[in-house]
Protein backbone atom coordinates (compact mmCIF):
# COMPACT_ATOMS: atom_id res chain seq x y z
CA UNK A 1 0.00 0.00 0.00
CA UNK A 2 1.50 3.18 -0.65
CA UNK A 3 2.22 5.10 2.24
CA UNK A 4 0.40 8.31 1.11
CA UNK A 5 -2.46 6.45 1.57
CA UNK A 6 -4.78 6.84 4.75
CA UNK A 7 -4.74 3.47 6.74
CA UNK A 8 -8.19 1.28 6.73
CA UNK A 9 -7.99 0.93 10.35
CA UNK A 10 -8.82 4.69 9.68
CA UNK A 11 -11.20 4.15 7.31
CA UNK A 12 -13.64 1.76 9.44
CA UNK A 13 -13.26 4.15 12.51
CA UNK A 14 -14.47 7.15 9.89
CA UNK A 15 -16.94 4.80 8.90
CA UNK A 16 -18.41 3.97 12.22
CA UNK A 17 -18.23 7.31 13.37
CA UNK A 18 -20.50 8.56 10.75
CA UNK A 19 -22.76 5.21 10.67
CA UNK A 20 -23.35 6.09 14.25
CA UNK A 21 -24.06 10.05 13.94
CA UNK A 22 -26.79 8.86 11.18
CA UNK A 23 -28.73 6.85 13.39
CA UNK A 24 -26.96 3.52 12.29
CA UNK A 25 -27.69 3.15 8.78
CA UNK A 26 -27.32 5.49 5.46
CA UNK A 27 -27.00 4.97 1.96
CA UNK A 28 -23.70 4.33 0.09
CA UNK A 29 -23.55 7.41 -1.77
CA UNK A 30 -24.88 9.26 1.87
CA UNK A 31 -22.55 7.52 4.08
CA UNK A 32 -19.24 8.64 1.77
CA UNK A 33 -20.58 11.95 1.65
CA UNK A 34 -20.76 12.64 4.97
CA UNK A 35 -17.68 11.07 5.47
CA UNK A 36 -15.66 13.87 2.97
CA UNK A 37 -17.35 16.01 4.90
CA UNK A 38 -16.34 15.06 8.35
CA UNK A 39 -12.75 14.24 7.30
CA UNK A 40 -12.16 15.61 4.06
CA UNK A 41 -9.08 17.79 5.44
CA UNK A 42 -7.54 14.66 6.76
CA UNK A 43 -7.04 12.69 3.07
CA UNK A 44 -4.25 12.99 1.22
CA UNK A 45 -4.06 13.68 -2.61
CA UNK A 46 -3.38 10.36 -3.25
CA UNK A 47 -6.72 9.33 -1.67
CA UNK A 48 -8.26 11.46 -4.09
CA UNK A 49 -6.75 9.62 -7.09
CA UNK A 50 -8.64 7.84 -9.58
CA UNK A 51 -8.60 4.57 -9.97
CA UNK A 52 -7.51 2.95 -13.18
CA UNK A 53 -10.70 0.78 -13.71
CA UNK A 54 -13.32 3.37 -13.49
CA UNK A 55 -11.56 6.37 -11.70
CA UNK A 56 -13.31 6.53 -8.78
CA UNK A 57 -11.69 8.21 -6.59
CA UNK A 58 -9.18 5.70 -4.24
CA UNK A 59 -10.62 5.97 -0.49
CA UNK A 60 -14.44 5.55 -2.06
CA UNK A 61 -12.78 2.37 -3.46
CA UNK A 62 -11.33 1.25 0.09
CA UNK A 63 -13.91 2.24 2.13
CA UNK A 64 -16.13 0.39 -0.20
CA UNK A 65 -13.45 -2.79 0.63
CA UNK A 66 -13.50 -2.12 4.52
CA UNK A 67 -17.28 -2.03 4.30
CA UNK A 68 -16.91 -5.60 3.18
CA UNK A 69 -14.35 -6.57 5.61
CA UNK A 70 -16.61 -4.65 8.33
CA UNK A 71 -19.15 -7.55 6.86
CA UNK A 72 -17.84 -10.49 7.01
CA UNK A 73 -16.79 -9.38 11.07
CA UNK A 74 -20.10 -8.91 12.06
CA UNK A 75 -19.86 -5.51 12.04
CA UNK A 76 -22.73 -4.39 9.22
CA UNK A 77 -25.49 -5.83 7.36
CA UNK A 78 -24.90 -8.39 4.51
CA UNK A 79 -24.97 -6.13 1.50
CA UNK A 80 -27.68 -9.12 0.13
CA UNK A 81 -29.72 -7.82 2.98
CA UNK A 82 -29.31 -4.19 3.64
CA UNK A 83 -30.05 -3.32 -0.29
CA UNK A 84 -27.64 -0.32 -0.61
CA UNK A 85 -27.81 0.75 2.67
CA UNK A 86 -24.75 0.88 5.04
CA UNK A 87 -26.53 -0.72 8.53
CA UNK A 88 -24.92 -1.17 11.61
CA UNK A 89 -25.46 -4.13 13.58
CA UNK A 90 -25.48 -4.80 17.27
CA UNK A 91 -21.83 -5.94 17.11
CA UNK A 92 -21.24 -2.64 15.10
CA UNK A 93 -22.63 -0.35 17.84
CA UNK A 94 -20.56 -2.24 19.74
CA UNK A 95 -17.46 -1.95 18.27
CA UNK A 96 -18.43 2.11 17.92
CA UNK A 97 -19.10 2.40 21.79
CA UNK A 98 -16.11 0.68 22.43
CA UNK A 99 -13.75 3.09 20.46
CA UNK A 100 -15.94 5.81 21.56
CA UNK A 101 -15.10 5.20 25.11
CA UNK A 102 -11.24 3.95 24.41
CA UNK A 103 -10.74 7.83 23.10
CA UNK A 104 -12.48 9.54 25.97
CA UNK A 105 -10.14 7.13 28.24
CA UNK A 106 -6.80 8.50 26.35
CA UNK A 107 -7.88 12.15 26.23
CA UNK A 108 -8.51 11.85 22.57
CA UNK A 109 -12.39 12.02 20.65
CA UNK A 110 -14.68 10.88 18.16
CA UNK A 111 -14.21 14.39 16.53
CA UNK A 112 -10.42 13.88 15.95
CA UNK A 113 -10.23 10.13 14.98
CA UNK A 114 -6.87 8.44 13.57
CA UNK A 115 -5.85 9.72 10.31
CA UNK A 116 -2.53 10.39 8.34
CA UNK A 117 -0.14 13.47 10.46
CA UNK A 118 2.15 15.90 8.79
CA UNK A 119 5.20 13.31 9.56
CA UNK A 120 4.47 9.72 8.06
CA UNK A 121 6.15 7.15 10.85
CA UNK A 122 8.58 5.22 8.90
CA UNK A 123 7.24 2.07 9.93
CA UNK A 124 8.29 -1.31 9.77
CA UNK A 125 8.70 -2.98 6.48
CA UNK A 126 9.07 -6.71 8.01
CA UNK A 127 6.47 -6.77 11.06
CA UNK A 128 6.68 -9.72 13.69
CA UNK A 129 3.88 -11.19 14.59
CA UNK A 130 2.32 -12.38 17.68
CA UNK A 131 -0.31 -15.04 19.07
CA UNK A 132 -3.08 -13.49 20.84
CA UNK A 133 -5.56 -14.99 22.71
CA UNK A 134 -8.83 -12.60 23.52
CA UNK A 135 -12.39 -13.29 25.02
CA UNK A 136 -15.38 -11.54 24.86
CA UNK A 137 -19.06 -12.00 25.90
CA UNK A 138 -21.28 -14.43 23.66
CA UNK A 139 -24.52 -12.68 23.79
CA UNK A 140 -27.64 -14.59 23.18
CA UNK A 141 -29.12 -13.21 19.74
CA UNK A 142 -32.97 -14.44 20.77
CA UNK A 143 -33.02 -13.09 23.66
CA UNK A 144 -32.53 -9.54 21.72
CA UNK A 145 -34.22 -10.26 18.98
CA UNK A 146 -37.25 -11.82 21.08
CA UNK A 147 -37.32 -7.92 23.18
CA UNK A 148 -37.39 -6.06 19.74
CA UNK A 149 -40.07 -8.09 18.23
CA UNK A 150 -42.34 -7.90 21.15
CA UNK A 151 -42.36 -3.98 20.95
CA UNK A 152 -42.25 -3.92 17.07
CA UNK A 153 -38.72 -2.24 16.96
CA UNK A 154 -40.16 1.00 19.08
CA UNK A 155 -38.42 2.32 21.12
CA UNK A 156 -39.43 2.38 24.65
CA UNK A 157 -38.78 5.81 25.43
CA UNK A 158 -39.88 7.73 22.50
CA UNK A 159 -41.90 5.14 20.42
CA UNK A 160 -39.92 5.83 17.66
CA UNK A 161 -39.42 2.88 14.63
CA UNK A 162 -37.35 3.15 12.29
CA UNK A 163 -37.81 1.75 9.07
CA UNK A 164 -35.02 0.73 6.50
CA UNK A 165 -35.08 -1.13 2.72
CA UNK A 166 -33.95 -4.19 5.10
CA UNK A 167 -36.76 -3.65 7.74
CA UNK A 168 -37.60 -1.89 10.92
CA UNK A 169 -34.36 -1.22 12.98
CA UNK A 170 -34.13 -0.85 17.18
CA UNK A 171 -31.37 -1.66 19.40
CA UNK A 172 -31.22 -4.53 22.26
CA UNK A 173 -29.28 -2.41 25.48
CA UNK A 174 -28.77 -4.55 28.23
CA UNK A 175 -29.67 -2.33 31.91
CA UNK A 176 -27.06 -3.51 34.06
CA UNK A 177 -23.98 -4.40 31.37
CA UNK A 178 -22.54 -7.82 30.58
CA UNK A 179 -18.67 -6.65 31.07
CA UNK A 180 -16.92 -6.39 34.17
CA UNK A 181 -17.19 -5.29 36.98
CA UNK A 182 -21.27 -5.30 36.02
CA UNK A 183 -21.30 -8.68 35.27
CA UNK A 184 -25.23 -8.30 34.20
CA UNK A 185 -27.33 -10.89 33.21
CA UNK A 186 -28.48 -11.63 29.23
CA UNK A 187 -32.42 -12.48 29.88
CA UNK A 188 -34.91 -9.57 28.68
CA UNK A 189 -35.76 -8.45 32.30
CA UNK A 190 -32.40 -6.74 31.79
CA UNK A 191 -32.51 -5.56 28.52
CA UNK A 192 -34.51 -2.55 26.80
CA UNK A 193 -35.64 -2.04 23.21
CA UNK A 194 -34.35 1.60 21.74
CA UNK A 195 -33.88 3.76 19.54
CA UNK A 196 -30.11 4.28 18.52
CA UNK A 197 -30.08 7.68 19.98
CA UNK A 198 -31.81 6.78 23.40
CA UNK A 199 -29.33 4.02 23.65
CA UNK A 200 -26.35 6.07 23.43
CA UNK A 201 -27.90 8.50 25.66
CA UNK A 202 -28.71 5.54 28.69
CA UNK A 203 -25.46 4.28 28.40
CA UNK A 204 -23.88 7.28 29.24
CA UNK A 205 -25.89 7.88 31.92
CA UNK A 206 -28.10 10.83 30.34
CA UNK A 207 -31.21 8.97 30.63
CA UNK A 208 -32.58 7.07 33.87
CA UNK A 209 -35.48 5.20 34.62
CA UNK A 210 -36.66 5.45 37.92
CA UNK A 211 -38.75 2.42 40.18
CA UNK A 212 -41.83 3.62 38.96
CA UNK A 213 -40.40 3.54 34.74
CA UNK A 214 -40.54 7.26 35.04
CA UNK A 215 -37.28 8.39 32.40
CA UNK A 216 -35.13 11.73 33.19
CA UNK A 217 -33.29 13.14 30.42
CA UNK A 218 -30.64 14.57 31.88
CA UNK A 219 -29.45 15.90 28.44
CA UNK A 220 -31.74 18.20 27.50
CA UNK A 221 -33.81 18.23 30.47
CA UNK A 222 -37.14 17.53 28.40
CA UNK A 223 -39.77 16.78 30.13
CA UNK A 224 -40.09 13.18 32.30
CA UNK A 225 -41.76 10.74 30.39
CA UNK A 226 -42.50 7.07 31.14
CA UNK A 227 -41.10 3.99 29.78
CA UNK A 228 -43.00 1.67 27.99
CA UNK A 229 -43.67 -1.76 29.37
CA UNK A 230 -45.96 -4.69 28.18
CA UNK A 231 -47.31 -7.48 29.45
CA UNK A 232 -44.49 -9.89 27.11
CA UNK A 233 -41.70 -7.66 28.56
CA UNK A 234 -41.46 -6.83 32.01
CA UNK A 235 -38.37 -5.04 33.46
CA UNK A 236 -36.43 -6.35 36.37
CA UNK A 237 -36.38 -3.00 38.61
CA UNK A 238 -33.04 -3.87 40.26
CA UNK A 239 -30.99 -3.66 37.29
CA UNK A 240 -32.75 0.03 36.96
CA UNK A 241 -31.44 0.38 40.01
CA UNK A 242 -28.16 -0.21 39.63
CA UNK A 243 -28.21 2.04 36.71
CA UNK A 244 -28.64 4.63 38.52
CA UNK A 245 -26.92 4.14 41.51
CA UNK A 246 -23.97 3.59 38.50
CA UNK A 247 -24.37 6.56 36.94
CA UNK A 248 -25.28 8.91 40.22
CA UNK A 249 -21.68 10.16 40.76
CA UNK A 250 -18.77 10.57 38.61
CA UNK A 251 -18.73 6.43 37.24
CA UNK A 252 -17.18 6.09 33.62
CA UNK A 253 -20.38 5.33 31.11
CA UNK A 254 -20.28 1.70 30.15
CA UNK A 255 -21.42 -0.12 27.31
CA UNK A 256 -24.66 -2.29 27.36
Same mark, same amino acid.
Request: aromatic share 6%; with cysteine.
Given at each position: ?????????? /????? /???? !???????? +?? @?????????????????????????????? *???????????????????????????????????????????? !????????????????????????????? $?????????????????? @???? =??? =?????? $?? !???? !????????????????????????? =??????????????????? +???? *??????? =?????????????????????? @??????????
Amino acid at each position: MTSGLTPQHA /LRTWL /LNVL !AELGGSAP +TG @HALKRMERRYGTLLSPEDHEGTERDNEPKW *HNRTRFERKRMERSGLLVPARESRGVWTLTEAGWDQFHLLRDTN !AEFGTGAEDPPGPSAHTPKGDETPSRAEQ $TTQRIVRSTAVADYVKRV @HDYS =CQV =CGIRLA $TP !AGAY !AEAAHIRALGRPHDGPDIPANVLCL =CPNHHVLFDFGMLTISEDL +TVAD *HSSGASP =CRLREIPEHRIDRQYLAYHRAH @HSGTARPFTS
